[in-house]
């Protein structure tokens, strides 16, 4: 026996246009589709419709989306998407290394144009604003299918310092508890929980000067790395250039990995405000809320971490979440194929 599964399009007079999707009892193919029509014994023309609300956790490779009853905290539908960003990003990376290649090599080929390369006010990278454009099409979708009345978004990450006093600024922020706490989880992060000398995990990391402070090193972000205590004491007050010159290929990788950004945190950050323009276009109410909020509230009610129940725990307005039985859609965007007008490959 095939498994069934009942899509409803719209209503129509009392009729319902339904679409039947048959699979293989498993879900994962496609054996056939068939519309057809179910028609009801008597017209409800108007049926009582609770409205929903549409909530949002925006990631650089997860993006999770939940519809739920505000009134009883009831979780209708869940989905997480899975954005294709970074693929983008190496494509137009492959492009342009194509492109170097071909007016290196002195081949008849048009001179890059800089007239042409002026950007509208709002530009973001093709690579973030596919992120924008996922959850704007899922937005758009579920608001013919489902009675939407209002939006939350996760806007911004939990900021202690920022909340004790929010007033604070200048050299007094960047050296208060964003120096401590913050600092030391976002060094976790970008260095793989390890030492960056002898790679060794699970033990304790101290935080390290690349360039010792006692030689004219910074408190920079961009010049501190995490060190085991033995590598930490091994090195002392010596420059990374002269405590690594038996291993310069270490040497290039710490120098390199220092100056790059956490490139997922700098996907959310630039993208989160152009996300709540889009929503705001919608003519909806929107909420926002912060991520410290967002884990509070995932943490009262004792759930696990996911993208989705991210999404359904984002804002104030997070009632008690009824979840039973809700299994989320899995959504990959693999975006339209090429559109190169002459595929390259390696000749």
């Not at 190496?90 to 194509?98: G, K, M, V």
């Not at 170097?100 to 080929?109: A, E």
């Not at 202690?160 to 050299?171: A, D, F, H, S, Y």
Request: charged share 25%; hydrophobic share 35%; with cysteine.
């Amino acid at each position: 026996m095939h498994e069934k599964h009942l899509i409803i399009e719209e209503p129509c007079e009392g009729k319902l246009s339904c679409t039947v999707l048959k699979t293989n009892g498993v879900g994962d193919n496609l054996v056939e589709f068939n519309p057809f029509t179910i028609i009801l014994k008597e017209a409800i023309p108007e049926a009582p419709v609770q409205p929903l609300r549409l909530k949002i956790d925006p990631g650089a490779k997860y993006t999770g989306i939940t519809l739920l009853n505000d009134t009883n905290g009831e979780v209708v539908f869940a989905a997480e998407i899975k954005h294709r960003g970074f693929v983008i990003r190496d494509a137009l990376t492959s492009r342009r290394q194509l492109r170097r290649s071909r007016r290196n090599r002195k081949t008849r080929y048009r001179q890059p144009r800089f007239l042409n390369r002026t950007r509208p006010q709002g530009w973001l990278a093709p690579s973030l604003q596919s992120r924008v454009k996922n959850i704007k099409t899922w937005v758009e979708r579920l608001r013919k299918l489902a009675p939407i009345t209002a939006i939350s978004q996760e806007l911004v990450r939990f900021d202690m310092q920022l909340i004790r006093n929010p007033v604070i600024q200048g050299k007094e922020y960047q050296q208060g508890t964003l120096a401590g706490y913050e600092t030391r989880e976002y060094l976790l992060e970008k260095w793989g929980r390890q030492c960056a000398y002898c790679s060794v995990k699970d033990v304790p990391l101290q935080i390290e000067h690349i360039h010792p402070r006692a030689k004219g090193g910074s408190n920079s972000i961009t010049n501190l790395t995490l060190s085991c205590e033995k590598c930490n004491l091994k090195k002392g007050t010596k420059d990374i250039k002269e405590f690594l010159k038996k291993d310069p290929n270490k040497l290039q990788k710490i120098l390199a990995q220092a100056k790059k950004p956490l490139a997922d945190a700098a996907a959310v950050n630039t993208t989160r405000f152009a996300l709540l323009n889009t929503l705001k276009e919608t003519g909806l109410p929107i909420e926002t809320g912060s991520g410290g909020l967002t884990k509070y509230n995932r943490s009262q009610q004792n759930l696990p971490k996911t993208h989705w129940l991210d999404a359904a725990c984002v804002g104030k307005s997070t009632p008690t979440l009824k979840i039973k039985d809700i299994k989320p859609l899995l959504i990959t965007a693999n975006g339209h194929g090429t559109r190169q007008m002459a595929g390259t490959n390696k000749f």
